[in-house]
């Protein structure tokens, strides 16, 4: 399957970099929040980043008018129905996700997408939601998402292989390292992270370092 237009759901600071990004690598992106205020905030932090990579001489300004038109602002669902990809990066709440995906399940194209950015949740949960949960995934970005090169790919016991190998192309287009990793708790990175946080407080509590050192 090619993607040539991506839906983002939330654009919170992981969502917003998540449109940056793809409308960045050519990507059309027809991005939504509907929290109140979301996407005005949104759309001026994405002016304000554009404006810095063209100052730094990262991007041109030809390049930057042309992301920008390549970028549509939504509060309505029903608007995803032609999107090849849809990326979820909205509160982490299991309910909350669940509810979005039976919706975006209903609304969208057969063959649409549903990607989570869920850094814990268990894709294979939310895809258990819906009609299609062999086109469920994760797609784990990192915070910046601008900024950090790497990106999880987390296939549901669902996710069939054409799925998993039209987002780990999208992921490499958006200049992503992806690696794949089992639905199991809290995934590669945080399962690895989360001891070696606990450990350096327990460094710190036995006093073998200072807080400045131990970082």
């Given at each position: 399957?090619?993607?040539?237009?991506?839906?983002?759901?939330?654009?919170?600071?992981?969502?917003?970099?998540?449109?940056?990004?793809?409308?960045?690598?050519?990507?059309?992106?027809?991005?939504?929040?509907?929290?109140?205020?979301?996407?005005?905030?949104?759309?001026?932090?994405?002016?304000?980043?554009?404006?810095?990579?063209?100052?730094?001489?990262?991007?041109?300004?030809?390049?930057?008018?042309?992301?920008?038109?390549?970028?549509?602002?939504t509060c309505n669902?029903?608007?995803?129905?032609?999107?090849?990809?849809?990326?979820?990066?909205?509160?982490?709440?299991?309910?909350?996700?669940?509810?979005?995906?039976r919706d975006l399940?209903?609304?969208?194209?057969?063959?649409?997408?549903?990607?989570?950015?869920?850094?814990?949740?268990?894709?294979?949960?939310?895809?258990?939601?819906?009609?299609?949960?062999?086109?469920?995934?994760?797609?784990?970005?990192?915070?910046?998402?601008?900024?950090?090169?790497?990106?999880?790919?987390?296939?549901?016991?669902?996710?069939?292989?054409?799925?998993?190998?039209?987002?780990?192309?999208?992921?490499?287009?958006?200049?992503?390292?992806?690696?794949?990793?089992?639905?199991?708790?809290?995934?590669?990175?945080?399962?690895?992270?989360?001891?070696?946080?606990?450990?350096?407080?327990?460094?710190?509590?036995?006093?073998?370092?200072?807080?400045?050192?131990?970082?």
């Amino acid at each position: 399957m090619s993607v040539k237009k991506i839906g983002v759901i939330g654009v919170g600071q992981m969502g917003s970099g998540i449109v940056q990004v793809a409308i960045l690598s050519g990507y059309d992106v027809l991005a939504c929040d509907q929290t109140p205020g979301h996407n005005e905030k949104a759309g001026a932090t994405l002016q304000k980043q554009l404006a810095k990579l063209v100052e730094k001489g990262k991007l041109s300004e030809d390049d930057k008018s042309a992301a920008l038109k390549r970028l549509t602002w939504t509060c309505n669902l029903d608007d995803y129905s032609k999107v090849d990809l849809i990326i979820e990066a909205i509160t982490e709440d299991v309910p909350t996700k669940e509810k979005l995906f039976r919706d975006l399940d209903a609304k969208v194209g057969p063959n649409t997408i549903l990607a989570t950015n869920t850094s814990s949740i268990s894709i294979t949960r939310l895809a258990a939601v819906t009609k299609r949960p062999e086109k469920v995934i994760g797609m784990h970005f990192f915070n910046p998402v601008p900024v950090m090169k790497l990106l999880e790919v987390i296939r549901a016991v669902q996710t069939d292989d054409a799925t998993y190998q039209t987002v780990c192309a999208v992921g490499e287009k958006l200049g992503k390292k992806v690696v794949t990793a089992k639905d199991s708790a809290a995934f590669i990175v945080n399962r690895t992270l989360l001891p070696f946080l606990n450990e350096a407080v327990f460094t710190l509590y036995e006093g073998v370092g200072t807080a400045e050192d131990i970082a």
